[in-house]
Nanobody, 120 residues
Framework: QVQLVESGGGLVQPGGSLRLSCVVSGTFFRIDGMGWYRQAPGKQRELVAG???????NYADPAKGRFTISRDNAKSTVYLQMNSLKPEDTAVYYCNAQVWRNLVSLNEYWGQGTQVTVSS
């Protein structure tokens, strides 16, 4: 069974920073794309940033210039460094990963979510 466990959320003042982490555990062959999504109250879940196996990142417009996604393949972990946080960044942040369970089975997995609240 593959599991994604996020950590690092919390309450931060506007302009502050947080670093989210997501560890993929279980039995699998390889992790391809990894990413972070968020869902604010009353809104649909949206992509924040993604990163390919080779390390190429992509960002949604709200994250550009403020957030940095990275991954440590040896630790099966993806990170999201969030700087200059704004109240509109308040949301539940979800980790996502495309995981090859074996050579023929590719599945998408989600973490349970971690709350990020930006408020003074």
């Amino acid at each position: 069974q593959v599991q994604l466990v996020e950590s690092g959320g919390g309450l931060v003042q506007p302009g502050g920073s947080l670093r989210l982490s997501c560890v993929v555990s279980g039995t699998f062959f390889r992790i391809d794309g990894m990413g972070w999504y968020r869902q604010a109250p009353g809104k649909q879940r949206e992509l924040v940033a993604g990163i390919a196996l080779g390390g190429s990142p992509n960002y949604a417009d709200p994250a550009k210039g403020r957030f940095t996604i990275s991954r440590d393949n040896a630790k099966s972990t993806v990170y999201l460094q969030m700087n200059s946080l704004k109240p509109e960044d308040t949301a539940v942040y979800y980790c996502n990963a495309q995981v090859w369970r074996n050579l023929v089975s590719l599945n998408e997995y989600w973490g349970q979510g971690t709350q990020v609240t930006v408020s003074s």
